[in-house]
């Protein structure tokens, strides 16, 4: 049977949220109640036995880590005076740098696109979003240079304008081809980090009944979690806004620009050593290059040229890779990044293998509604010297990812600085 650490991490790996909430019997008495929140589907029969068989052990586990999590990690206050020049938080830091010295363009644009059926209200719509736009201070926030260095400045709410394309006289061939000229050109136009709002919206009409909305922001104030929270905000307002009801939603406790400085303030001193001295003694000696024998030689300038391949596993085969990793302790993630270490080791016949995984880095119920630049970036070390079985392999992976989730506080930037590696552009 695995750990209760191990079980707990494949449940977050699949993006099962467990949480305590007190409950009060009577003046002298007090215990808790464990509650779970899953996307539709992920909670299988034997998940769902596990979670039973080990509630107890579950919720001992979970007051330990609270109680842990409140004697080592500062709470993230709300702002005194949000008028001030404010810090960017680390990652936002490391995309401004990037725009300084390639100047502006579309590489870090997160374009989404989300259907509306059904005879849509577009003052309804866009007052929906800007709704969402005075939530959330990041996404009305611009980035500008003060001494040489950076510094974010929220603006105060305005109206988020909506253009609307209508696409509704062409023929159907036509429209089709439009439609996806009009998602492209909007995805690679760029953003001036100097002018906020760093979000465009469009709304593409189909028909009477149908459109899209098409959502654009910035990475330096978004991620792909960011995005999903945005449609959710989107999915409770509109309706209430057609209805001519106020907003469902509670403010806010918390803002990004909370995060940045408490980052800022946590990730110093004993705290960020700690962290950074595992990085260093795990990625030490690590290879800077995987030299894979490609059709053709690396450029020597990044040109983001690249493409993706998708390709979907049989149900048969995701079968067993299910029942792998569940014999082996491991998630789904860590048997396919096992997998996937082996096939580069094939290829390259390089023994010491080094991925780079992103992690949403969540790892705060505060932090997990609001949008904003969170995720990171974490570095897998995978090695092959002794020549492991694939279930010795496995066992490897698992302890060196479990331990990354451990150190997933220190940003990516972070960990490059301490090391100073060989880089290319």
Not at 52 to 76: A, G, H, M, W
Not at 86 to 108: I, M, V
Not at 183 to 189: F, P, R, T, V, W
Request: aromatic share 8%; hydrophobic share 40%.
């Amino acid at each position: 049977m695995k750990t209760i650490k191990e079980f707990l991490s494949e449940l977050a790996n699949l993006d099962v949220k467990l949480w305590l909430e007190p409950n009060h019997k009577n003046d002298n008495s007090r215990d808790f109640s464990l509650r779970c929140n899953s996307p539709a589907g992920v909670i299988t029969p034997q998940i769902r036995e596990q979670l039973v068989e080990r509630k107890v052990e579950i919720i001992n586990f979970l007051q330990q880590v609270d109680i842990r999590s409140k004697s080592t990690l500062p709470t993230i206050e709300p702002m005194a005076d949000e008028t001030l020049p404010l810090p960017l938080s680390f990652a936002q830091e490391r995309l401004w740098f990037l725009n300084q010295l390639e100047g502006a363009s579309a590489t870090y644009n997160m374009p989404a696109a989300v259907r509306i059926s059904g005879n849509s209200d577009i003052n309804a719509l866009q007052q929906a979003l800007t709704e969402i736009v005075r939530r959330h201070q990041v996404l009305r926030t611009s980035f500008h240079t003060v001494d040489d260095r950076p510094i974010q400045v929220i603006h105060p709410a305005t109206t988020l304008k909506i253009q609307a394309i209508d696409l509704q006289a062409l023929a159907p061939i036509d429209r089709s081809t439009e439609y996806q000229a009009a998602i492209e050109k909007e995805a690679l136009i760029p953003f001036d980090l100097e002018t906020a709002p760093l979000i465009r919206c469009s709304l593409l009409l189909l028909s009477a009944t149908e459109q899209v909305l098409l959502l654009t922001m910035h990475h330096i104030i978004s991620d792909g979690w960011s995005i999903g929270v945005l449609i959710q905000e989107l999915a409770f307002l509109y309706p209430a806004f057609c209805a001519g009801s106020p907003s469902p939603l509670p403010e806010l406790p918390i803002q990004y620009a909370d995060f940045a400085l408490w980052q800022r303030q946590y990730l110093a001193g004993s705290m960020l050593e700690t962290q950074l001295d595992y990085w260093q003694q795990q990625l030490q000696g690590a290879p800077e290059l995987l030299q894979l024998p490609t059709d053709r030689p690396r450029p020597h300038l990044q040109t983001y040229r690249g493409t993706t391949q998708s390709f979907t596993l049989s149900a048969d085969l995701n079968q067993q890779l299910q029942s792998l990793s569940r014999e082996s302790g491991t998630t789904l993630f860590m048997t396919l990044a096992a997998a996937f270490s082996t096939l580069l080791y094939r290829y390259s016949g390089q023994s010491d293998l080094v991925l780079g995984t992103p992690i949403a880095n969540r790892n705060r119920r505060e932090i997990e509604s609001l949008i904003g630049f969170f995720v990171n970036t974490l570095v897998l070390r995978t090695r092959f010297e002794d020549n492991p079985s694939f279930a010795q392999l496995l066992t490897q992976v698992r302890e060196i990812t479990l331990q990354a989730y451990e150190h997933q506080d220190v940003p990516f930037e972070q960990v490059v600085e301490a090391l100073k590696p060989q880089r290319s552009l």
